[in-house]
C-alpha cells in the first residue's frame, strides 16, 4: 500500500506562530507534525510515500531526505489540494492512504481504519459542525456526503482529514479529481474529489470520537496538540504495537515485555565482557562530558526525533547506552522508549524507566541512570540510529559501541 502526504500550502492562518516555516514542519513533542505521520505510516506497515511539497519545497525535502518521495506542486499559492493530489495521479497505483499533512493523530487511528478494509474515512462524531469543519453525512456505517458546506443537521461529526481507498476506490477518486480539474476545479479541496465518489463507492465511516487527534489549522489548535493531544498520545504509546520487518523481531519484543513483567531489567548493564569497547562519534553530534565519580565520561546530546546516527560495517555487534535527561525539579523514576532503527527502519525497541543517578552531574538536567540495548548489525554497510521515541523528557545523552577483542577481562577506565 502507498501513501500521500498533501504539504503544498503555506498556511496563512498559522503565520504568527510559524514564522513562514511550513506547517508539516511545525514541531509538537519535539518532532515535526510529517514526521510524526511517517512513524505511523511506518508502524502501520506503509513504506512508500509521497509527499507533495510546494511552499518552501527545498526546506521540506531537505528534512524528509530520501526516505519519501516528492512531487512538487510550482502553483501552490494559485491552486488548493485538489491540484496537489490531482498531481500524484501517475504516482498512484493502486490502494494508497491519503492524508492531511497538519494531522496530528493517534497511530491506532491509522490502523483502526485500515483494518476495516477497502475505502474508509475517519471521523469524530465528537466534533461540532463549524463552518471551518468538513463535516460528513453517515448511513449505515458509510460515508454518503461530505464538505464544508453541509448544514449541521445533515452531518454525523467532523472529517479529520485521513482516508483510505482499495484499487477501485483510488481509481475511482483520481478520475473524479482529473474531471474537476479539467472543469477548472484548480482552486477546489481535495474533499470534493471524496465526495464525488461519495454516491459510488462504498466508502466505510470509522467514528474516532474519543480518540487523540487535531488539525492544526490555527495558532490555537498547535497549543492544543502540544497540551493536549501529544500527551495523550504519548501516555497510550507504552502500549503500542510495534511492527517489525520480521516475526523473529516481534517474538523479541514479545519476550522483552515478558521479561519487564516478571521484573528482569532488560538492558541494563551487567558487568564487563571479555572485549574493549569503543565509542563510535554519531554523524553530526554533539559532544558533551558527562561528571562522574572517576572523573568525566564522552556522551552526545540529542532529543526526540533527532537520533544519533553511526555508519558500521557489519556483520556486528554493538551496544548502545542511554541516560535520559530529565528537568532539574525531577526526583522520581521516570519512563521513556528508545528506538534503534537501522537503514532508516525500525530495527529494536525498548522500554526503559529512568531512575535519577545522583553520582553523576549534567548542568541543567537530572541524568538517568544508564540504560543497554544490544543490536546485531548484519554484513555490509549500515546506518544505525539511536532515537528516542518517547518519554518524561524530550533529551537524552547517548552513546555507540563496539568490541575490539582483547586478552583478560579488563576494560577501559572511565567508559
Same mark, same amino acid.
Given at each position: 500500500?502507498?501513501?500521500?502526504?498533501?504539504?503544498?500550502?503555506?498556511?496563512?492562518?498559522?503565520?504568527?506562530?510559524?514564522?513562514?516555516?511550513?506547517?508539516?514542519?511545525?514541531?509538537?513533542?519535539?518532532?515535526?507534525?510529517?514526521?510524526?505521520?511517517?512513524?505511523?505510516?511506518?508502524?502501520?506497515?506503509?513504506?512508500?510515500?509521497?509527499?507533495?511539497?510546494?511552499?518552501?519545497?527545498?526546506?521540506?525535502?531537505?528534512?524528509?531526505?530520501?526516505?519519501?518521495?516528492?512531487?512538487? &506542486?510550482?502553483?501552490?499559492?494559485?491552486? &488548493?489540494?485538489?491540484?496537489?493530489?490531482?498531481?500524484?495521479?501517475?504516482?498512484?497505483?493502486?490502494?494508497?492512504?491519503?492524508?492531511?499533512?497538519?494531522?496530528?493523530?493517534?497511530?491506532?487511528?491509522?490502523?483502526?481504519?485500515?483494518?476495516?478494509?477497502?475505502?474508509?474515512?475517519?471521523?469524530?462524531?465528537?466534533?461540532?459542525?463549524?463552518?471551518?469543519?468538513?463535516?460528513?453525512?453517515?448511513?449505515?456505517?458509510?460515508?454518503?456526503?461530505?464538505?464544508?458546506?453541509?448544514?449541521?443537521?445533515?452531518?454525523?461529526?467532523?472529517?479529520?482529514?485521513?482516508?483510505?481507498?482499495?484499487?477501485?476506490?483510488?481509481?475511482?477518486?483520481?478520475?473524479?479529481?482529473?474531471?474537476?480539474?479539467? &472543469?477548472?476545479?484548480?482552486?477546489?479541496?481535495?474533499?470534493?474529489?471524496?465526495?464525488?465518489?461519495?454516491?459510488?463507492?462504498?466508502?466505510?465511516?470509522?467514528?474516532?470520537?474519543?480518540?487523540?487527534?487535531?488539525?492544526?489549522?490555527?495558532?490555537?489548535?498547535?497549543?492544543?496538540?502540544?497540551?493536549?493531544?501529544?500527551?495523550?498520545?504519548?501516555?497510550?504509546?507504552?502500549?503500542?504495537?510495534?511492527?517489525?520487518?520480521?516475526?523473529?523481531?516481534?517474538?523479541?519484543?514479545?519476550?522483552?515485555?515478558?521479561?519487564?513483567?516478571?521484573?528482569?531489567?532488560?538492558?541494563?548493564?551487567?558487568?564487563?565482557?571479555?572485549?574493549?569497547?569503543?565509542?563510535?562519534?554519531?554523524?553530526?553530534?554533539?559532544?558533551?562530558?558527562?561528571?562522574?565519580?572517576?572523573?568525566?565520561?564522552?556522551?552526545?546530546?540529542?532529543?526526540?526525533?533527532?537520533?544519533?546516527?553511526?555508519?558500521?560495517?557489519?556483520?556486528?555487534?554493538?551496544?548502545?547506552?542511554?541516560?535520559?535527561?530529565?528537568?532539574?525539579?525531577?526526583?522520581?523514576?521516570?519512563?521513556?522508549?528508545?528506538?534503534?532503527?537501522?537503514?532508516?527502519?525500525?530495527?529494536?525497541?525498548?522500554?526503559?524507566?529512568?531512575?535519577?543517578?545522583?553520582?553523576?552531574?549534567?548542568?541543567?538536567?537530572?541524568?538517568?541512570?544508564?540504560?543497554?540495548?544490544?543490536?546485531?548489525?548484519?554484513?555490509?554497510?549500515?546506518?544505525?540510529?539511536?532515537?528516542?521515541?518517547?518519554?518524561?523528557?524530550?533529551?537524552?545523552?547517548?552513546?555507540?559501541?563496539?568490541?575490539?577483542?582483547?586478552?583478560?577481562?579488563?576494560?577501559?577506565?572511565?567508559?
Amino acid at each position: 500500500m502507498q501513501a500521500v502526504i498533501l504539504a503544498a500550502g503555506y498556511g496563512s492562518r498559522l503565520e504568527r506562530v510559524s514564522k513562514g516555516k511550513p506547517k508539516c514542519l511545525l514541531t509538537v513533542g519535539g518532532t515535526t507534525l510529517v514526521e510524526h505521520q511517517l512513524e505511523a505510516l511506518n508502524d502501520a506497515g506503509i513504506g512508500k510515500v509521497l509527499v507533495i511539497v510546494g511552499y518552501k519545497a527545498d526546506e521540506v525535502r531537505a528534512a524528509l531526505g530520501e526516505r519519501v518521495e516528492f512531487i512538487e &506542486n510550482t502553483r501552490y499559492d494559485e491552486t &488548493n489540494s485538489l491540484y496537489s493530489l490531482w498531481l500524484a495521479r501517475d504516482w498512484i497505483e493502486g490502494p494508497f492512504v491519503l492524508m492531511n499533512c497538519d494531522l496530528l493523530f493517534h497511530p491506532q487511528i491509522l490502523d483502526r481504519l485500515l483494518a476495516q478494509g477497502g475505502n474508509g474515512l475517519a471521523f469524530d462524531s465528537s466534533s461540532t459542525g463549524g463552518r471551518e469543519q468538513t463535516k460528513v453525512a453517515v448511513q449505515e456505517g458509510r460515508v454518503v456526503d461530505l464538505g464544508k458546506d453541509l448544514p449541521p443537521e445533515a452531518s454525523r461529526g467532523e472529517s479529520i482529514g485521513l482516508t483510505c481507498y482499495d484499487e477501485r476506490g483510488a481509481h475511482n477518486l483520481m478520475a473524479r479529481a482529473d474531471a474537476l480539474i479539467d &472543469n477548472g476545479a484548480e482552486n477546489c479541496w481535495s474533499i470534493e474529489a471524496i465526495r464525488a465518489i461519495s454516491a459510488t463507492v462504498d466508502m466505510k465511516a470509522y467514528n474516532v470520537a474519543g480518540m487523540p487527534w487535531v488539525e492544526v489549522d490555527f495558532p490555537n489548535d498547535l497549543v492544543r496538540a502540544e497540551k493536549e493531544v501529544w500527551p495523550a498520545i504519548m501516555k497510550s504509546r507504552w502500549k503500542r504495537t510495534v511492527h517489525w520487518k520480521t516475526t523473529k523481531y516481534i517474538v523479541m519484543a514479545f519476550i522483552s515485555v515478558v521479561l519487564l513483567l516478571v521484573g528482569i531489567k532488560v538492558g541494563h548493564y551487567s558487568g564487563p565482557d571479555k572485549v574493549d569497547w569503543t565509542s563510535e562519534a554519531p554523524i553530526g553530534a554533539e559532544k558533551t562530558l558527562l561528571k562522574v565519580p572517576k572523573g568525566y565520561q564522552k556522551w552526545w546530546i540529542s532529543t526526540t526525533g533527532k537520533p544519533l546516527k553511526v555508519r558500521f560495517d557489519g556483520p556486528l555487534r554493538i551496544r548502545a547506552y542511554v541516560r535520559l535527561l530529565m528537568p532539574p525539579e525531577r526526583v522520581e523514576p521516570g519512563k521513556y522508549v528508545v528506538q534503534i532503527s537501522l537503514d532508516g527502519k525500525p530495527y529494536a525497541w525498548s522500554v526503559f524507566k529512568a531512575t535519577p543517578d545522583k553520582s553523576v552531574s549534567f548542568e541543567g538536567a537530572v541524568v538517568g541512570d544508564r540504560d543497554r540495548v544490544d543490536v546485531e548489525v548484519p554484513a555490509g554497510m549500515h546506518t544505525v540510529e539511536l532515537g528516542l521515541v518517547a518519554g518524561v523528557s524530550n533529551r537524552f545523552l547517548g552513546r555507540i559501541r563496539y568490541p575490539e577483542p582483547v586478552s583478560g577481562d579488563v576494560s577501559k577506565p572511565g567508559d
